[in-house]
């Protein structure tokens, strides 16, 4: 069994900065890729980042130079760090781990204020 359990989000006003960070426990044998998604109301889930075990990380347009995302192998811990947020940009985020199949966290609020 894998467990996935996030931390951080909040409230923030517009221009400001958040970090995520996401830890996965268990059976981690084979573990690969791990990032976020996250989903607005009304609205479906998207990816907002994704980074593999070597390190190569992958972004949408729309976050590509205000958001971060980066991993520590040892502690099976990854972290979003988001600048410049912007209203849009309110949602739940979800880590998610991929070890044999798709782990998610509970998901984190994140709220921006304009």
């Known amino acids: 069994q894998v467990q996935v359990v996030e931390s951080g989000g909040g409230s923030v006003q517009a221009g400001g900065s958040l970090r995520l960070s996401c830890t996965a426990s268990?059976?981690?044998?084979?573990?690969?890729?791990m990032g976020w998604y996250r989903q607005a109301p009304g609205k479906r889930r998207e990816l907002v980042a994704g980074i593999s075990t070597g390190g190569s990380a992958s972004y949408p347009d729309f976050v590509k130079g205000r958001f971060t995302i980066s991993r520590d192998n040892a502690k099976n811990t990854v972290y979003l760090q988001m600048n410049m947020l912007k209203p849009d940009d309110t949602a739940i985020y979800y880590c998610?781990?991929?070890?044999?199949?798709?782990?998610w966290g509970q998901g984190s609020q994140v709220t921006v204020s304009s």
């Open positions: 998610y781990c991929d070890v044999r199949t798709r782990y």
């Open positions: 268990g059976s981690l044998s084979g573990i690969g890729a």
